[in-house]
């Protein structure tokens, strides 16, 4: 009789055998910047997360480099919101504040940015508003502007989030035309109309103040439209695929992995991270576990990166 117990007798033999290995190289950790002095303040759904201002961040960014965490993610929350989000591709904004300052104090990090405008619109949507929605072809122009001023500043890697059609071939476009050939883009290529997000709009005030974002946003009952989604990001010149959010779409993860010759990300949002904690405090679950389990079922299921608000938690667990 073939017994596959044999090979699950020992640790050793488990560990010989394991065919999903979790490292701290997979992680992005993200960042909440925020425009002002002497802000550190916690997310009320997100225990253990804070908006930082610069000049309080330091710590946080030590802690990041001793856990070797390669990457992080930014996001800006400014003091001036307007109906465009001019403040974007203002080159003294809080984003490129941050990326030159992150850049210079701690070279080793290696620095993404989010480009997009609901951080920075009056209403809190990813774009230039037209007829109550969001106009794609005029939302793209100004994405462009925004990813220029982010590469001028010294980012590393784009993250464009909005979820516009044809906007990797705008940034591709604009960026090579201005000198940053080798800027590598990370596209939004798969993400969902998620209810998931709830705690990140608390962080960045960007709660949408009419309506919601489904007209630009995937629904999360189809499939095969991720692939199709992908296809164009992929053509248009995207060098790393994301898929957001992660735990209630391992299925994508794994269709763009078998179908794409290029790495997929994946984005462990606010909400997957929120739930855990508040398990986790309420005696339920082991958090730690729990944490540790989902991660590895993000990778098992094909992401070569994890953005997580875990990237700490886990990195101590996995330095152990």
């Not at 940015?113 to 100004?142: K, L, M, P, Q, W």
């Amino acid at each position: 009789m073939f017994r596959t117990r044999r090979l699950r007798k020992t640790e050793g033999i488990r560990r010989l055998v394991r065919e999903t290995k979790l490292s701290v190289d997979d992680f992005v950790y993200p960042l909440f910047i925020e425009e002002g002095e002497n802000i550190k303040t916690e997310i009320s759904s997100m225990p253990g997360i804070f908006r930082y201002s610069l000049d309080l961040i330091s710590e946080e960014l030590e802690e990041l480099v001793s856990l070797n965490i390669p990457a992080v993610m930014l996001f800006g929350v400014p003091l001036k919101k307007d109906a465009i989000g001019t403040e974007t591709w203002n080159d003294n904004g809080i984003m490129q504040q941050a990326i030159r300052f992150i850049k210079k104090k701690y070279p080793s990090l290696y620095v993404i940015t989010d480009v997009c405008f609901c951080e920075y619109t009056s209403h809190g949507h990813c774009g230039v508003i037209h007829d109550n929605d969001v106009d794609n072809d005029a939302t793209i122009v100004n994405l462009a502007k925004q990813a220029v001023s982010h590469a001028k500043a010294g980012v590393d890697m784009l993250a464009p989030s909005g979820m516009m059609d044809g906007i990797v071939a705008m940034l591709r476009e604009s960026l090579d035309n201005t000198g940053f050939v080798d800027l590598p883009i990370m596209a939004y290529s798969v993400k969902y109309a998620s209810a998931f997000y709830g705690p990140f709009r608390e962080a960045v005030d960007s709660s949408p103040s009419f309506g919601d974002r489904r007209t630009y946003q995937m629904d999360a009952a189809n499939r095969d439209e991720a692939i199709r989604r992908a296809t164009f990001d992929d053509q248009e010149g995207a060098d790393v695929l994301i898929v957001k959010p992660a735990l209630s779409y391992l299925d994508i993860i794994r269709d763009l992995k078998n179908n794409f010759d290029k790495p997929i990300a994946c984005y462990n949002v606010s909400g997957e991270y929120s739930m855990v904690k508040a398990g986790s405090e309420k005696g339920w679950i082991d958090g730690e576990k729990i944490m540790m389990e989902s991660l590895l079922s993000m990778k098992r299921a094909g992401a070569d990166i994890i953005i997580t608000y875990f990237a700490k938690e886990a990195a101590r667990v996995l330095n152990r």
